[in-house]
């Protein structure tokens, strides 16, 4: 196929954009490197530096003859949502519907569009959300990606177009940037290994369902041919609490120091977890990834990285 990734170079969709390669696919980046690397990029791949909502986007589409579409680029910073709410929905809503328009129009088979079971469903509760609990955004993030999502029901009920929307956990794994709008894992793994102070936020029993980012990339490619029209949570079914996290990186990297704890960040969800069997029905898909393996290796990747600091 004719794969079209957007933000491919960026930190997940770089990954996906290597598992279609992978798989033997023809893949097109768009991604403008306003957060992306050119690094991450796969030297296999087309890339076109382009934002979404440039209207070249069609020459693409009419070019390429796009067979599928996953969809990653997005103004990711939920503060910078709430700072300015019409660049965040100008990039992550008309941004998406000039793809989806141009997917219509030249014939794509199907679109993938990642989205967020955190911002999704909020505060998890005792019973992990799934696909049919009720969502309430609270970031002009959240209400984007929700927007997108319903969206992708018109144009699959009035147009024809087939989807599938992956609600994503806390993803982490090699290539996270530390220093962007970055997961806990990678600005712990960063600051451990050059021996700076590690900064929890509030009492650090917060839990999260962390999801390692090669297993999370399978789901784009089952999804080309499954899971048609449907919203599937993506995760491990199980959380941790940032504490833990930070025990277990603290002895694969041999880190010396206790964290520091600062005052709660005001609006923090305490605990987001998914209900993921879904995932396994309509996917056949499950996480095969032990949280201290994917440690092991991110960390593997930053110390790597991070060799001259």
Not at 147 to 170: D, F, M, P, Q, S
């Amino acid at each position: 196929m004719n794969v079209l990734v957007t933000g491919g170079a960026g930190f997940i969709a770089s990954h996906v954009a290597d598992e279609y390669i992978n798989e033997g696919h023809n893949v097109i980046i768009v991604d403008n490197l306003f957060t992306g690397k050119e690094e991450n990029l796969n030297k296999k791949a087309e890339f076109y530096k382009l934002d979404v909502c440039d209207s070249g986007i069609e020459n693409i589409f009419k070019d390429k003859k796009i067979d599928l579409v996953n969809h990653h680029a997005a103004q990711l910073d939920v503060r910078k949502s709430v700072e300015n709410p019409i660049f965040d929905a100008q990039v992550n809503i008309i941004g998406s519907l000039n793809l989806l328009e141009n997917a219509v129009k030249y014939g794509v088979k199907k679109f993938i569009f990642a989205s967020s079971g955190g911002v999704m469903y909020g505060e998890s509760g005792e019973v992990p959300p799934d696909e049919g609990s009720s969502v309430n955004p609270i970031s002009p993030y959240g209400v984007a990606k929700l927007a997108v999502e319903r969206y992708l029901a018109y144009y699959a009920y009035v147009r024809g177009l087939k989807y599938t929307v992956l609600r994503y956990g806390n993803v982490y794994g090699p290539r996270q940037d530390p220093f962007g709008e970055a997961g806990v894992v990678a600005i712990f793994s960063t600051a451990m290994l050059n021996d700076k102070k590690v900064m929890i936020y509030g009492d650090g029993e917060q839990l999260r369902d962390y999801v390692f980012v090669r297993d999370l990339v399978k789901t784009s490619i089952l999804s080309a041919e499954k899971g048609d029209n449907e919203i599937i949570n993506i995760g491990t079914g199980e959380t941790s609490s940032v504490n833990t996290l930070f025990e277990e990186m603290k002895k694969i990297t041999t880190y010396g120091r206790n964290p520091v704890y600062k005052d709660k960040r005001p609006g923090e969800l305490f605990k987001s977890s998914l209900n993921v069997e879904k995932a396994k029905k309509a996917l056949g898909w499950e996480p095969k990834t032990a949280l201290a393996e994917g440690l092991s290796e991110t960390i593997g990747y930053f110390r790597g990285e991070t060799h001259e600091g």
